[in-house]
């Protein structure tokens, strides 16, 4: 444990912006540093959209676990940004998780490379439940993910689950990213399902483009961002549950959250969910 965290520490970068700080800051959150909470004004000043987008992809990974949870699933592996602090108390994802079940006990595994984010989950959330656990991996190495000892035994490997992958904004290369959704396809159970959530510039004014490529490559060098060709040639062969393919915004809206409703392409990302046969 000692060692875990020096290495934790070791990685926790002050003066680099991480995705995942920058959803926390965005959502209001404390587990943000100055320099993500200047991305994000940054970002809101080359397009006033920044916090609202955040919203936006929280909403919709809420709509998905709600959706999931409705549908039966009780077990959720959620990789990359799924535990902001800025959330309200009892609506982390783990929370929407067990309301929608109606008293059963869902089990919620959060996968986080961000050094900040774990130690915030972990100390937040792991001592008062025994149904989440926080594990330190990285969708990068994936195999070595899924063998990770707390998931492979905290989840029961023979019933259905739910892989949440937003994490995707580090996965540069497609061929890469096809392996990491042909390793889970390989391991879930059936009757699984797999949820991505992708960033996009698909509808970024073309006068702005330059611009917040330049920002991009500032704030958050080696941020993958692919155009909606890109994220259905990465899909091909998966079963999309309805509506497919859409901005976020438009996955199954529900009522729990309008952010960019009225602009889905404003949300800045793509959401869908597959069922793994």
């Known amino acids: 444990m000692r060692q875990r965290a020096i290495r934790n520490l070791a990685?926790?970068?002050?003066?680099?912006?991480?995705?995942?700080?920058?959803?926390?800051?965005?959502?209001?959150g404390k587990n943000n540093f100055v320099v993500d909470r200047e991305a994000v004004r940054r970002y809101d000043q080359a397009a006033p959209i920044a916090t609202t987008a955040a919203s936006a992809?929280?909403?919709?990974?809420?709509?998905?676990?709600?959706?999931l949870a409705i549908e039966g699933v009780d077990q959720f592996v959620i990789v990359g940004s799924g535990v902001p602090s800025g959330l309200?108390?009892?609506?982390?994802?783990?929370?929407?998780?067990?309301?929608?079940?109606?008293?059963?006990?869902?089990?919620?595994?959060?996968?986080?490379?961000?050094?900040?984010?774990?130690?915030?989950?972990r100390a937040t959330i792991e001592p008062v439940t025994d149904l989440v656990r926080v594990v330190e991996g990285d969708v990068r190495e994936i195999d070595d993910l899924l063998d990770d000892r707390v998931l492979q035994t905290f989840?029961?490997?023979?019933?259905p689950m739910a892989?949440?992958?937003?994490?995707?904004?580090?996965?540069?290369d497609d061929e890469?990213?096809?392996?990491?959704?042909?390793?889970?396809?390989?391991?879930?159970?059936?009757?699984?399902?797999l949820s991505l959530l992708q960033t996009t510039f698909d509808a970024i004014p073309p006068e702005l483009l330059p611009a917040i490529r330049d920002l991009l490559a500032m704030t958050l060098p080696g941020h993958a961002i692919r155009t909606r060709e890109e994220v259905e040639a990465l899909l091909d062969g998966l079963v999309l549950l309805d509506p497919?393919?859409?901005?976020?915004?438009?996955?199954?809206?529900?009522?729990?959250?309008?952010?960019?409703?009225?602009?889905?392409?404003?949300?800045?990302?793509?959401?869908?969910?597959a069922r793994v046969p």
Request: charged share 20%; proline share 6%; hydrophobic share 40%.
């Open 176 to 193: 890469y990213f096809q392996y990491v959704i042909k390793r889970i396809r390989q391991v879930v159970p059936e009757r699984s399902y």
């Open 11 to 28: 990685k926790l970068e002050l003066t680099q912006a991480r995705i995942t700080r920058i959803l926390d800051a965005a959502a209001g």
């Open 163 to 172: 892989v949440l992958l937003l994490s995707t904004h580090s996965l540069n």
């Open 57 to 67: 992809v929280l909403h919709y990974l809420g709509r998905v676990v709600r959706h």
């Open 244 to 273: 497919g393919l859409v901005w976020v915004p438009e996955w199954r809206p529900d009522g729990h959250g309008t952010a960019c409703l009225d602009q889905p392409s404003s949300s800045g990302n793509y959401g869908a969910v």
């Open 88 to 121: 309200p108390a009892g609506r982390q994802l783990h929370d929407v998780a067990r309301d929608a079940l109606r008293g059963s006990a869902p089990r919620v595994v959060y996968v986080e490379s961000d050094p900040m984010v774990l130690a915030g989950a």
């Open 155 to 159: 989840l029961d490997w023979d019933r």
